[in-house]
């Protein structure tokens, strides 16, 4: 699976602001098919919670699923969440927030 260091996801994933707002489908009936997914690995300052984002886009609507755990991301039970839920969401592109510095 590729997967690059991003400091913003740009490339495949540039949508208006409105988008955001009106064409996001919040549903567990949506079965992702080719989607990207996004890993912050220090959500949060101290550097201990993990967040990643799974995202696709159909025609003009967009799909997303987001798991937050308080756990960094070298977390075993963490890094085996991770790889569940890549796989079990057909995941193709991973996306790494790169971070110079979390504390």
Known sequence: MPT?????LLGEWVA????IFTN???????EFVNPIAYL??????????????????VDQSY???????????GDPKMLNTI???LTNLNVHTLYVEDRDNIS
Do not use: M, W
Not at 16 to 19: Q, R
Not at 24 to 30: F, L
Not at 40 to 57: F, H, K, Q
Not at 63 to 73: C, D, G, N, T, V
């Open 83 to 85: 790889k569940t839920i």
């Open 24 to 30: 996001i489908n919040i549903t567990s009936e949506h």
């Open 63 to 73: 799909y997303a699923f987001i798991f937050q755990e308080k756990l960094p991301s």
């Open 16 to 19: 208006p602001c409105d988008s």
């Open 40 to 57: 912050d690995p220090a959500y949060s300052i101290g550097g201990d919670n993990t967040a990643i984002c799974v995202l696709e886009r």
């Open 4 to 8: 690059y260091k991003a400091k913003v």
